[in-house]
């Protein structure tokens, strides 16, 4: 369950650090590989900034390689290319 706790440490980290949050939406449908990837195909990809997830935090996104996948392909194959 996520607590005004959680959510507070989270805004208090967003945007130049990482942290946990904790929720109960594990398991649900829409969270789901191939819904996530359905969703983000129908996202206009100038809106979207999507990075590798071993890259620090507070770069600036002009100067991050592209990493020539839609942002779809990005999500489907989140497991092997470092997103």
Known sequence: MTTLRDVARFAALYPEASG???HNLAGHAMFELDALADLAGRLDP????????????????????ANRLSIAETIRGIENNGS
């Open 20 to 22: 946990l949050i904790r």
């Open 46 to 65: 100038r809106t979207v900034e999507y990075n590798r997830g071993d890259l620090p935090t507070g770069l600036d996104p002009d100067a991050i390689p």
